[in-house]
């Protein structure tokens, strides 16, 4: 069964600095998707970054970058340049297909806290 | 812009009370999705659909139906509201498999508590 490990409940960052939050997971497959979510405090969830499994290369999305080590199940975010509005739950998820449908898998998630 | 909505933000019943949660989405997706968020277990699969009267049990499907007569709803029911049933519930919409590397696009959320 795949699982995804979020190892930090909380995670704190003064404003402007850079924070990495961590996720890992468990799978067999060797094609997926993995993902990073965020919601802010009573708002939607929205996507911040998104890896295919089979590409190498980290995705990075403005201020928001992975570091994808397949070998490792590793899919940590980082963050550069932290603002308050990146106070949020960031949720790690991972997606693979089975038949004809799709699984979204979901960590425990990670609340991030930034200090001004 | 991609746009999921729900029927309420808050809702408050009655144990034994039979519950339906809406969720519309604007975007011709097929498949919709419905999750339940909990502190400290982060969100968990309840039911998914793949296309109308189309459905497919998730991780905790014990004590929920859903159904889906439109493309665009996804109801999501409790037959006889619980409190152990108290918890956000999130509903989510995403295109089919194959048209590109997509997303799942998450409605704002009801926050249901069941006394």
């Known amino acids: 069964a795949q699982t995804v490990t979020q190892s930090q409940p909380e995670m704190s960052v003064q404003e402007a600095e850079t924070v990495t939050l961590s996720c890992t997971y468990d799978?067999?497959?060797?094609?997926?998707?993995l993902f990073w979510y965020k919601q802010p405090p009573s708002r939607q969830m929205i996507l911040v970054i998104r890896?295919?499994?089979?590409?190498?290369q980290n995705a990075t999305e403005n201020r928001f970058s992975v570091n994808f080590q397949k070998a490792a199940k590793s899919f940590s975010l980082k963050i550069s340049d932290s603002q308050l509005g990146d106070a949020a739950m960031y949720f790690c998820?991972?997606?693979?297909?089975?038949?004809?449908?799709?699984?979204?898998?979901f960590g425990k998630g990670t609340k991030l806290t930034v200090n001004p | 812009d991609v746009k999921v909505t729900q029927s309420s933000r808050y809702l408050v019943k009655r144990t034994g009370e039979k519950v339906f949660l809406e969720c519309v989405q604007d975007?011709?997706?097929?498949?919709m999705f419905w999750y339940r968020q909990d502190p400290g277990l982060g969100l968990r699969l309840i039911y998914f659909?793949?296309?109308?009267?189309?459905?497919e049990k998730g991780d905790i499907p014990e004590g929920y139906s859903v159904s889906r007569e439109k493309k665009e709803r996804f109801s999501l029911i409790l037959e006889s509201a619980s409190t152990n049933q108290t918890s956000m519930y999130l509903c989510?919409?995403?295109?089919?498999?194959?048209?590109?590397?997509?997303?799942?696009?998450f409605g704002p959320g009801t926050r249901l508590t069941v006394t």
């Open positions: 989510a919409s995403s295109p089919l498999r194959g048209q590109g590397l997509y997303e799942q696009y």
């Open positions: 799978t067999s497959e060797s094609d997926y998707y």
């Open positions: 890896q295919e499994a089979y590409k190498q």
């Open positions: 998820a991972y997606r693979r297909y089975q038949g004809g449908s799709e699984k979204l898998v």
């Open positions: 975007m011709d997706h097929e498949n």
């Open positions: 659909s793949y296309d109308v009267k189309m459905k």
